[in-house]
């Protein structure tokens, strides 16, 4: 009997009924989900404005986290670029010293000609050692007076710098040793100094009442440092000392460490730390220094400077998008303002639909999807403000002095995402309440307003 029982039952029911009930489930849930979906975007089209202004506070909040995110990876990547154009092992070391506050006091006496050379003779660990002059003076032509920077510099200081002689050529040895009268200009000194169509190499200009040759002309390059390297005039470091400073004076020791397998190192950073140690012990000992604590110079790598400026501008970018994501969550609350008022305005519609057998979750979803819609077109329209926000305030940082090349905005398509993920997060989480809000009416109370 039970078996006749079991066997009418399992007749009667369609084969892979269980399957078939699954499926059923969930293209009701689909077809549940898209349906939520029109009436979210047709509530969202029908009130329109008030979208908009709700979608002003979601692009303004992640617009300007991705404005500090794309900017700050644009400077990292230049500082990343420029260490590479002068190289890691790259040294210099200036007179300063300094003071218990943690100040550089740059009035510490200038480096000598003989420290250039000690380093020259008895350092192992560098490949290119040399010095730099600086000063100040009238140079004319014809009529024309101007007032510039000059230094004094070896012939190989092109090279250490990676800049281009574009016309004309470099110092040779013997003016080099003679302090010959001769000088290579800026690329901006001829639009001041030489009429329009007058070629500046080989013609004679008056550096502090003397004449010198003009011999060469160097490719634009723009500010390097403090200085502007097109609108100064360069001359044999032994024609600035001792023809306009009268001393032999240097500002900066520019240094090139030896490689790696030179010095039995595996890194370029452990070759530049074995240098730089070196490096501050001979100058010690040039400059007759015995307490540590009393140097007056300073031995800077240029890798260290950039490490050091990514970290300032990743600490920048954390705080910059702090400041942001408040602004964010700003926009997060008028997200939640605009959906509790939707959930008023259309009380009748919520109480229609769970009068006639809606569950709560169902209208729940829906005002997720609206919160989520909202928030995700903020997010988007956020990276699309924040990426040209970030265009805009890196061409600003690359007009500020000491920037030598165009500073790219770059934001990586994973940071994107997560900045679109918090918009969406942010508007859900925004939107949570205002949804259970709307599943939790009553429809007799909803139908009754």
Known sequence: M??????????????GGGSGRRLGTLFATQAILIDNLRISLESLFRNRLRSFLTLLGLFIGIGAVVTIMSAGEGLKNYFRSYTEKIGENTLYAIPARISLSGRINREAKAFKLRDVAFLKNNATTLKQVEGLAMGQTTVKFHNRTRLYPVFGVESSF????????????????????????????????PEDLFPENLDPVGASIKIGGEDYLVVGLLEEVGQRGSFNVDKSLYLPLSTVQQRILGSDEIVTIYLKTKSPEQLGVS?????????????????????RIRDPSKDDFIVMDIAAFVDFATQFVSVLVIVFGVIALIALIVGGVGVMNVMLVSVTERAR?????????AHPLVIMTQFLLEAGILSLGGGLGGIILGYLGGWGLAAFLSNLPGVTEQIVPAIPLDQALLATG????VGIIFGTWPAVRAARLDPVVALRN
């Open 2 to 15: 039970g078996g006749k029982k079991r066997q009418r039952e399992s007749t009667d029911s369609p084969p």
């Open 158 to 189: 092109w090279d250490f710098e990676q800049i281009d002689i574009v016309r004309g050529r470099n110092f040779n040895p013997g003016e080099m040793k003679s302090a010959a009268r001769v000088v290579i200009l800026g690329s901006k000194v």
């Open 267 to 287: 890194t370029s950073k452990q070759a530049v730390e074995l240098a730089k140690a070196e490096v501050t012990r001979l100058l010690r000992i040039s400059r």
């Open 349 to 357: 519609e919520i109480g229609l639909r769970k009068a006639i057998g």
């Open 422 to 425: 918090i918009a969406v997060a």
